[in-house]
């Protein structure tokens, strides 16, 4: 293995799992070492339980995240969901649509087709996807979250000619799945701003990958049931420390999946969010117990795709 892991080597990563746990050096532009994502944030309504939730328990966050999609929200819940983030100087990340899941092909609910996932079928909805970015970024929203590598691509294309704008942040969601350095790298080249790992990776393999990416990583400190179900949050510091710059994210375990989310679900989608909240108040507790010294960001940082005003026509 000795010449296979020299190439490697050669080529600019790690020969090999960094079971050493290096710390990471890198950060985000402001020099902080971590920021926080409330995932799952369906609607105007669960983004302001959040907002509450946040006031509540005193929690710092820099981010919210939807994956419900672009698509499946109103012209006005837009509007608000741009307003709520701008007021409050957050990062709001959309998901794009249409994707796989929403298709009428049935592989990626077979057992062994499972590996589709939320991937783009076809150019026509390479186009419709294109069309959801335009319409989110009309409202002023400057995040959005993908999960195919042919839109990744196409998206940074399209910025280079002026069709986006230049600081819309491009999002990777976990459902990408690539999990080793180079795969990540590639999307790193393919135009990916923050990249969210897949929910199992030990904590070498986050300080491998590390060594091989500049963007910041995403990681669940609490999973979801149905994307692994971990709760790790004695993890988070040392998450941190080799794995840095990384937004923690806390999902909710024992939760049911609400995607695609509207009217008929609000009500629980308010509560999954304000308790998403409460278990960052537990993470972050922890945190401030055992490493208090890593620094966060302030609202509004450097490098967040806070919403900007709605463009005029």
């Known amino acids: 293995m000795e010449q296979t892991r020299k190439i490697i080597n050669s080529l600019g990563f790690p020969s090999g799992d960094c079971n050493d746990l290096p710390t990471s050096k890198k950060r985000f532009p402001d020099g902080a070492q971590y920021r926080v994502e409330i995932p799952s944030v369906e609607g105007p309504s669960s983004f302001e339980a959040v907002i509450e939730a946040c006031h509540y328990y005193q929690v710092g966050i820099h981010r919210v995240s939807q994956g419900s999609g672009i698509m499946l929200m109103t012209d006005d819940e837009l509007q608000q969901m741009a307003e709520i983030g701008r007021r409050e100087r957050l990062e709001v990340s959309l998901f794009v649509g249409p994707r796989g899941s929403f298709d009428i092909t049935p592989m990626q609910l077979a057992s062994s087709g499972k590996i589709a996932g939320l991937r783009m079928q076809g150019m026509d909805q390479l186009v419709y996807a294109i069309e959801d970015i335009k319409r989110a970024c009309h409202f002023g929203i400057r995040s959005i979250l993908v999960a195919d590598e042919g839109l990744l691509w196409l998206v940074n294309e399209f910025k280079k000619v002026g069709e986006f704008p230049e600081d819309l942040v491009v999002k990777v969601s976990v459902q990408m799945a690539q999990s080793n350095p180079i795969s990540i ?3 790193e080249q393919s135009g990916a701003n923050t990249y969210n790992v897949p929910t199992d990776l030990t904590l ?5 990958i590390r060594q091989a990416i500049d963007i910041p990583i995403d990681i669940y400190v609490e999973a979801p049931d149905d994307i692994g179900g971990f709760i790790r949050h004695y993890d988070i510091p040392e998450i ?19 995607y695609p989310s509207g009217t008929h679900l609000e009500t629980i989608s308010i509560a999954l969010c304000k308790e998403r909240v409460r278990r960052a108040k537990i993470g972050l507790d922890l945190l401030k117990r055992y490493a208090p010294q890593y620094t966060t960001s302030e609202k509004g940082a450097k490098g967040l795709g806070v919403p900007t005003e709605k463009i005029k026509v």
């Open 240 to 258: 941190i420390r080799v794995a840095a710059p990384v937004y923690i994210k806390f999902g909710l375990r024992n939760s049911p999946n609400i």
């Open 204 to 208: 070498a393999r986050l300080a491998t």
């Open 185 to 187: 790298k590639l999307m």
